[in-house]
Every structure is written in structure tokens, then in C-alpha cells.
Nanobody
Framework: VQLQASGGGLVQAGGSLRLSCAAS????????MGWFRQAPGKEREFVAA????????YYANSVKGRFTISRDNAKNTAYLRMDSLKPEDTAVYYC?????????????????WGQGTLVTVSS
């Protein structure tokens, strides 16, 4: 599975962005999907994850209530809607496909990674 993340950009604090993650082929619909982010000088951290059916979602405490993860299996695409953005949300955002159908919050659970898309939030 190849993943292509897009939708990043520069936004002012309080603004919104929607990231997309397009998968190259069908097995996407059997895999849980996740979003992670990595800020300069920091480790990659979990943001959100969704089960293969889309009926279970998990969020990092730092984004809960502001970010929404979703997926459209017919389009082989996962999304991350980000609202009320803060400067501390600035990072490269990566989408990833889990090894299984249950979502996880750890990097090691994910077998496939997209190339990342940069989100910059100005104050």
C-alpha cells in the first residue's frame, strides 16, 4: 500500500485545515488508519486513529475536541479535519496504515507510511 498525504499549508491560529490520505489500492479498507505528526526536534507523536470500519476513533488528548478523523473506504481515502488550530500544532503530519483492522496509537503498529505534509500555524 502506498499512501499520499496532502492538504497541509499555512494557516492562522484558530483556523482550519483538512488533510487527506489517499491509498494506492484496496487493502486500505481492511486496515485501521492513523495520523501522526512530528515537529522539528521532537519525536513523532500520535494524533488520531480510526478502525477499518470507521466506527472506532482515538485521539491524542492534545487534539481531542478540535480534530476529527474519518475515512471513505470507497475512495481509499482517510481524512483529518483540524479546527481551532494552535501554533503548537505546527508539524509535518503523516498518515499511516495499521498492520491490522484495530487502531493503535503507537508508531510500531503501522506498516505503511505516507510522505508527510507540512502544517504551519502562525500566531
Amino acid at each position: 500500500v502506498q499512501l499520499q498525504a496532502s492538504g497541509g499549508g499555512l494557516v492562522q491560529a484558530g483556523g482550519s485545515l483538512r488533510l487527506s490520505c489517499a491509498a494506492s489500492r484496496r487493502p486500505f479498507s481492511n486496515n485501521a488508519m492513523g495520523w501522526f505528526r512530528q515537529a522539528p526536534g521532537k519525536e513523532r507523536e500520535f494524533v488520531a486513529a480510526i478502525s477499518w470500519r470507521g466506527d472506532t476513533t482515538y485521539y491524542a488528548n492534545s487534539v481531542k475536541g478540535r480534530f476529527t478523523i474519518s475515512r471513505d473506504n470507497a475512495k481509499n481515502t482517510a481524512y483529518l479535519r483540524m479546527d481551532s488550530l494552535k501554533p503548537e500544532d505546527t508539524a509535518v503530519y503523516y498518515c499511516a496504515a495499521d498492520r491490522g483492522s484495530v487502531p493503535h496509537s503507537v508508531v510500531s503498529a503501522y506498516a505503511y507510511w505516507g510522505q508527510g505534509t507540512l502544517v504551519t500555524v502562525s500566531s
